[in-house]
C-alpha cells in the first residue's frame, strides 16, 4: 500500500471510529432514563457495542500510526475529530434518538456488508466479526420507529419532528472525505453514491409505512471537519478526567 492510500484509509478509519465513539457517548447519556428499565438496559448495550466498534477502528488506526485509542480519544480536539454532525447533536427526546440511530444503524448495516469484500484483509475481517450485532441494532430501532410512527398522535409528531431535523444532517454519511476517491478504485471501500441509492431504497418506504413523510430538504453539511458547538461540549465532558492527569494509570 502506497503512502497516498495509507493516509486516507487512515483517515476513514478515523472517520468511521469517531462516528461510533460519539454515537456511543450520545446513547449513553440515557443510562438511567430511558423510558423502561429493559429499555434502559438495552439502549446502554448498543452504546456499549458502538464503543467496541470504535475500538476496533481506533485500533486499525493504530497499526498504521503507532498512536493508542485512549490518546486519540481523550487529547484530540474538536477540530481534529471527523465525525458527522448527525451523531454529535444534543440527545434530544427519545423519538429523536431513536430516530437517529435508526438512519445511523441502516448507514452501518449497509456499509459492513459492503466492506466485508474489502481488498484491505484487516477491514474485511474486523467487519464480519461485529455486522452481527449491527443487525440487533437495526432490529431494535426499526421496531421502535414503527411503535412510535404509527402510535399516539404525539408520538407521531415527535418522530416527524426528530426525521425533518435529523434527515440533511443523515446525507452527510455519503459525502466523500477528500481524496476517498482513491479507495474506491482500490475496492478497499465501497462507492458511496451508490451506498446512498441502496439506503434510500430501505429507509424511505420504510419511513413511509411507519406513517412519517420523507423531507424535502437533503443538503447535507459539507466536511467532517466542521462541527457544531455540541461536540466541543461533549469533549469537554468526555475528556475532562484524562486530561486532569495525562500520566495517570487508571
Not at 120 to 139: F, G, S, V, W
Not at 146 to 167: C, F, I, M, V, Y
Request: glycine share 4%; proline share 4%.
Amino acid at each position: 500500500m502506497n503512502q497516498t492510500i495509507q493516509q486516507v484509509l487512515i483517515q476513514k478509519l478515523l472517520a468511521m471510529a469517531d462516528d461510533e465513539l460519539i454515537l456511543a457517548h450520545r446513547n449513553s447519556e440515557w443510562i438511567g432514563h430511558g423510558p423502561i428499565l429493559e429499555e434502559d438496559i438495552a439502549l446502554a448495550n448498543i452504546a456499549q457495542d458502538e464503543l467496541g466498534h470504535a475500538n476496533i477502528w481506533y485500533g486499525l488506526v493504530e497499526s498504521f500510526t503507532g498512536v493508542e485509542p485512549d490518546e486519540m480519544v481523550f487529547f484530540r480536539d474538536t477540530a481534529d475529530f471527523l465525525n458527522v454532525q448527525l451523531v454529535e447533536l444534543s440527545r434530544g427526546d427519545w423519538a429523536f434518538t431513536m430516530l437517529r440511530q435508526y438512519l445511523f444503524d441502516a448507514y452501518e448495516l449497509l456499509l459492513l456488508d459492503k466492506l466485508q469484500h474489502s481488498s484491505y484483509r484487516p477491514l474485511a475481517e474486523a467487519c464480519a466479526k461485529i455486522r452481527n450485532e449491527e443487525i440487533y441494532h437495526l432490529r431494535h430501532t426499526s421496531n421502535w420507529i414503527k411503535r412510535l410512527g404509527l402510535g399516539t398522535e404525539e408520538s407521531n409528531q415527535r418522530t416527524q419532528a426528530a426525521l425533518d431535523e435529523l434527515w440533511p444532517y443523515a446525507q452527510q454519511l455519503f459525502v466523500l472525505l477528500p481524496g476517498e476517491s482513491v479507495l474506491v478504485e482500490e475496492k478497499i471501500v465501497p462507492d458511496l453514491a451508490a451506498l446512498h441509492e441502496d439506503w434510500l431504497e430501505r429507509v424511505r418506504p420504510f419511513l413511509t409505512a411507519a406513517n412519517l413523510t420523507i423531507p424535502t430538504n437533503q443538503t447535507p453539511p459539507t466536511s467532517r471537519n466542521e462541527h457544531t458547538p455540541h461536540l466541543t461540549n461533549l469533549l469537554s465532558d468526555m475528556q475532562k478526567v484524562a486530561r486532569l492527569n495525562r500520566e495517570a494509570v487508571w
